[in-house]
């Protein structure tokens, strides 16, 4: 891609990622599931959580103090949990839902971590296991790990790259094509996977094609607080709003 078409910044495509989140959850929260609007809503929204994984990897090396990286993901991730589970309650006010993505997140930097700091061999394998195996008590259980591990390994290389977001979004389609098997006819389940996999296709897309590499270049500050705070706050409102119009 020629680079007069690079032309949004990291800042730019996380608040991209910000609204997507949002329609996602405004329609699992809100809307009737497997209506078209819901699933479009839904579909969107895949695309946040690979781009937060893209840049986690990047953000781990790029950090001035991944000891300070890893405490402000751990303490969002406290914040965010009562939050995450008033909003995605189905019944009552609030029960346990899971643990929210920061969470997810700090699975992946414990990750990146492990890989850095423990030489090859089994040790390094069984503890990437096991954290990964932890994903499975937290959103995008799985999914978000093993995206992190292909961005690691495409790390300054965009033909990585591109393999690693086909990788991504082949394997968020065959799971999708499964889980809709019960769901959906065989036609139906064809084009449910395919808009599954749309979000995913397009954070690619958006990355490789006209991300810049460069932060904002004013309001970095701001950006920073903005991008931790977004995601309690609007979780915590569409919670509040979830209570007040169904009970």
Same mark, same amino acid.
Request: charged letters at 15%; aromatic letters at 16%.
């Given at each position: 891609?020629?680079?007069?078409?690079?032309?949004?910044?990291r800042?730019?495509?996380?608040?991209?990622?910000?609204?997507t989140?949002?329609?996602?959850?405004?329609?699992?929260?809100f809307?009737?599931?497997?209506?078209?609007?819901?699933?479009?809503?839904?579909?969107i929204?895949?695309?946040?959580?690979i781009?937060?994984?893209y840049?986690?990897?990047e953000g781990?090396h790029?950090?001035?103090?991944?000891?300070?990286? +890893?405490?402000?993901?751990?303490?969002?991730?406290?914040?965010?949990?009562?939050?995450?589970?008033?909003?995605?309650?189905?019944?009552?006010?609030i029960?346990?839902?899971?643990?929210?993505m920061?969470?997810?997140?700090?699975?992946?930097?414990?990750?990146?971590?492990?890989?850095?700091?423990?030489?090859?061999?089994p040790?390094r394998?069984?503890?990437?296991?096991?954290?990964?195996?932890?994903?499975?008590f937290?959103?995008?259980?799985?999914?978000a790990?093993?995206?992190?591990?292909?961005?690691?390994?495409?790390?300054?290389?965009?033909?990585r790259?591109?393999?690693?977001?086909?990788?991504?979004?082949?394997m968020?389609?065959?799971?999708?094509?499964a889980?809709?098997?019960?769901r959906?006819?065989?036609?139906?389940n064809?084009?449910?996977a395919?808009?599954?996999?749309?979000?995913?296709?397009?954070? +690619?897309?958006?990355?490789?094609?006209?991300?810049?590499g460069?932060?904002?270049?004013?309001?970095?500050?701001?950006?920073?607080?903005?991008f931790?705070?977004?995601?309690?706050?609007?979780?915590?409102i569409?919670?509040i709003?979830?209570?007040?119009?169904?009970?």
């Open positions: 891609m020629d680079e007069k078409y690079r032309i949004l910044n800042d730019i495509i996380k608040y991209i990622a910000m609204i989140m949002l329609l996602n959850h405004i329609s699992t929260v809307m009737e599931p497997g209506t078209f609007l819901a699933e479009v809503f839904l579909d929204g895949y695309f946040t959580a781009t937060m994984c840049f986690l990897v781990f790029h950090t001035r103090s991944r000891k300070k990286y +890893g405490q402000r993901l751990a303490v969002f991730a406290l914040i965010s949990e009562i939050p995450y589970c008033l909003a995605f309650t189905e019944q009552g006010v029960e346990f839902y899971g643990l929210n920061i969470f997810t997140l700090l699975l992946c930097f414990w990750i990146l971590c492990a890989m850095e700091n423990i030489p090859a061999g040790v394998n069984i503890l990437i296991a096991l954290l990964i195996f932890l994903s499975l937290c959103d995008w259980a799985l999914l790990p093993v995206f992190t591990l292909l961005f690691a390994w495409a790390r300054n290389s965009k033909k790259l591109k393999i690693a977001f086909t990788a991504a979004a082949a968020f389609g065959v799971m999708s094509l889980g809709g098997a019960e959906f006819s065989a036609g139906t064809i084009l449910y395919l808009g599954c996999m749309a979000g995913i296709a397009l954070s +690619g897309i958006v990355i490789v094609c006209f991300y810049n460069r932060r904002a270049e004013r309001g970095r500050w701001f950006f920073k607080w903005f931790y705070w977004f995601y309690p706050v609007h979780l915590l569409l919670g709003l979830r209570i007040l119009t169904r009970i």
